[in-house]
């Protein structure tokens, strides 16, 4: 049975101008492995604008940012930064195992899951189980719910929480309107909750300083 969260909106960036077919395909594939398909583009930008412009660590980026001068590099140096970042997230930590969730209806019941991060995605599931390839939607159906990384604005501890073990994903949409949701996770312990909550900040800053690496302007077109 599905959860009973609407489903959060996907992503996509399209491919770069490039010299050749080659290396625009190559390029567009860099990308594709990190970012899933979005079918409104309209939506997509207006996504794009909100995280560019709520993250505080927008313009220190970007001052660093060799994407931040997309147009003045070559397709080939481009690639070569793209998939360094990519390396990057496959060597972050492995996030999977069981959680319990708070339903957000009556009964307000705490429901075991099975929880993973792949690619750009945090899934859970009522059922241990795997997931090959998060960009398939065919692949993601078979779960109760997903959220796409980049439409998670906080991962926080529930401070006042008695047993240690809480956290909250707040997780927002935006398009013609704006919708924002927050999930109430419960780990099996302190040190699983410090764990997931590590990991998720980590999955979701690198994900976004990819798409602050490939420059505003370019969502702006």
């Keep these: 049975n599905k959860d009973e969260e609407p489903q959060p909106n996907e992503f996509l960036l399209g491919d770069r101008n490039a010299g050749t077919m080659h290396d625009t395909q190559r390029l567009s594939g860099a990308i594709d492995d990190i970012l ?27 001052s660093t940012n060799p994407f931040s001068a997309l147009k003045r590099k070559t397709t080939r140096n481009v690639l070569h930064n793209i998939e ?20 957000s209806v009556p009964p307000y019941s705490w429901l075991k899951r099975w929880v993973v991060v792949k690619g750009s995605h945090l899934l859970w599931s009522d059922k241990e189980m795997t997931i090959e390839n998060a960009k398939d939607r065919k692949e993601r159906a078979k779960w109760n719910n997903t959220v796409h990384l ?8 529930v401070a006042e929480s008695k047993t ?8 927002t949409t935006y398009g013609k309107k704006d919708k924002s949701r927050e999930y109430l996770w419960r780990a099996l312990n302190v040190e699983d909750r410090d764990h997931w909550v590590k990991g998720l900040k980590q999955h979701i800053e690198s994900l976004k300083k990819m798409v602050l690496y490939l420059g505003k302007e370019d969502i702006d077109d």
Excluded: A, C, P, Y
């Design 84 to 103: 360094t970042l990519s390396s990057t997230r496959q060597n972050l930590v492995v996030l999977e195992g069981w959680l319990e969730k708070k339903q």
């Design 36 to 62: 899933s398909d979005h079918d409104d583009e309209d939506e997509l930008k207006e996504q794009m604008r909100q995280i560019t412009n709520n993250s505080l660590d927008v313009k220190k980026i970007r």
């Design 150 to 157: 980049m439409t998670i604005t906080e991962v926080k501890i």
């Design 164 to 171: 240690k073990r809480k956290f909250t994903v707040n997780v």
